[in-house]
């Protein structure tokens, strides 16, 4: 049998051996070129000495990358039982350096697999990835201990993600994931590197935390996004008028007749803290 550079079979014979048709409620979507996974597993570099937490292994393309580029440790959370062979093959490859959860990615905070600093770099099934990324971003105790995050994402919701002021695709999830970090689209992925290919183009996101911390209870944040962005054409004193309108915008002093769209994250960040605390029950 033919095998890899990595000494381990090539991907699709992997999915062969071990019967895995891709299933699309799981958002199985493989990478099977090892060239591809190992570009996506430098963006994280360096990776000596590092744990990183990967979701969604499936046949383990990226899984095989991260350990072949040199991750000390990798701690991959895999939903479908069916992969689990498969990793198991790889762990046994690059012993002591694989453990393999099986589990719902939604259902564990990857602060509880490890004690110190680590990576979270994932291609995600689609249908669960902004949530986990919300999860990941929105959590209470701040410097998280994840040092970045490096996440394959629809093109479409990567915008959404490094959208700022001023941009079409700035909305709720441009002003969280600003609020709490930096991030940058680093390439587009075509549909065609995928088995099977999705509907649309993907990128690689990558988001680490800002150096410069923005203090504001998260609530109060998803209040005033949610009432400026619910009606994102008005001016802000007719959309945040459940939320104290015009005089809520005196206390932030931003001027009244601009629209969600113009605000900075900081901005935001200004009228969150100015809320009155009637305006959350
Ligand atoms: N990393 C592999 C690759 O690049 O070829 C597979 C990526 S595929 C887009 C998403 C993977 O996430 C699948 O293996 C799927 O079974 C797994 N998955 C789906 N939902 C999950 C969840 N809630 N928790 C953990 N894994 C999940």
Same mark, same amino acid.
């Given at each position: 049998?033919t095998?890899a550079?990595?000494?381990?079979?090539?991907?699709?014979?992997? *999915?062969?051996s $071990?019967?895995?048709d891709?299933?699309?409620a799981?958002g %199985?979507?493989f990478l099977?070129?090892?060239?591809?996974?190992?570009?996506?597993?430098?963006q994280a570099l360096?990776?000596e000495g590092?744990?990183?937490?990967?979701v969604?292994?499936?046949?383990?393309?990226?899984?095989? !990358?991260l350990?072949? $580029?040199? @991750? +000390?440790?990798?701690i991959a959370?895999?939903k479908d039982?069916? #992969?689990?062979? !498969? *990793?198991?093959a790889i762990?046994? $490859?690059?012993?002591?350096?694989?453990t393999?959860v099986?589990?719902? &990615?939604?259902?564990?905070?990857p602060?509880?697999l490890?004690?110190g600093?680590?990576?979270?770099?994932?291609?995600l099934?689609?249908?669960?990835g902004?949530?986990? *990324?919300l999860?990941?971003?929105?959590?209470?105790d701040?410097p998280?201990?994840?040092?970045d *995050?490096?996440?394959m994402?629809?093109?479409?919701v990567? %915008?959404r993600i490094v &959208?700022? @002021?001023?941009d079409? $695709?700035y909305g709720r999830?441009?002003?969280? #994931? =600003?609020?709490r970090?930096?991030?940058?689209?680093l390439?587009?992925v075509?549909?065609e590197a995928f088995?099977?290919p999705?509907?649309?183009?993907s @990128?690689?996101?990558q988001?680490?935390?800002?150096?410069d911390p923005l203090?504001?209870e998260?609530?109060?944040l998803?209040?005033?996004? !949610?009432a +400026?962005f619910?009606?994102r054409?008005?001016?802000l004193?007719?959309?945040?008028?459940?939320? =104290?309108? /015009?005089a809520?915008? +005196?206390r932030?002093?931003? /001027?009244?007749q601009?629209? !969600?769209?113009?605000?900075s994250?900081?901005?935001?960040?200004r009228l @969150?803290n100015?809320?009155?605390?009637?305006?959350?029950?």
């Open positions: 049998m095998i550079l990595d000494g381990l079979p090539p991907l699709r014979v992997v *999915l062969e $071990h019967g895995l891709p299933r699309r799981l %199985q979507n099977l070129d090892l060239n591809l996974t190992g570009r996506i597993a430098r360096p990776l590092q744990v990183v937490v990967e969604g292994p499936g046949p383990g393309g990226l899984t095989r !990358a350990l072949s $580029h040199g @991750a +000390a440790h990798v959370i895999e039982a069916r #992969c689990l062979p !498969a *990793l198991h762990a046994d $490859h690059y012993p002591g350096r694989l393999v099986e589990g719902d &990615a939604l259902r564990i905070d602060s509880t490890t004690e600093p680590f990576k979270i770099v994932a291609n099934p689609y249908n669960v902004t949530q986990l *990324l999860d990941w971003i929105t959590v209470p701040w998280p201990r994840w040092t *995050l490096t996440l994402f629809q093109k479409e990567a %915008q &959208a700022g @002021a001023d079409d $695709h999830l441009g002003v969280l #994931c =600003g609020w970090t930096e991030a940058q689209i390439f587009e075509s549909r088995t099977p999705p509907k649309v183009t @990128a690689i996101v988001l680490r935390p800002r150096p203090l504001v998260l609530g109060r998803e209040r005033v996004t !949610a +400026a619910g009606q054409r008005k001016m004193r007719q959309s945040l008028k459940p939320v =104290g309108g /015009e809520l915008l +005196a932030a002093e931003i /001027e009244p601009r629209r !969600a769209e113009t605000l994250v900081a901005e935001f960040v @969150a100015a809320l009155d605390s009637n305006a959350l029950d």
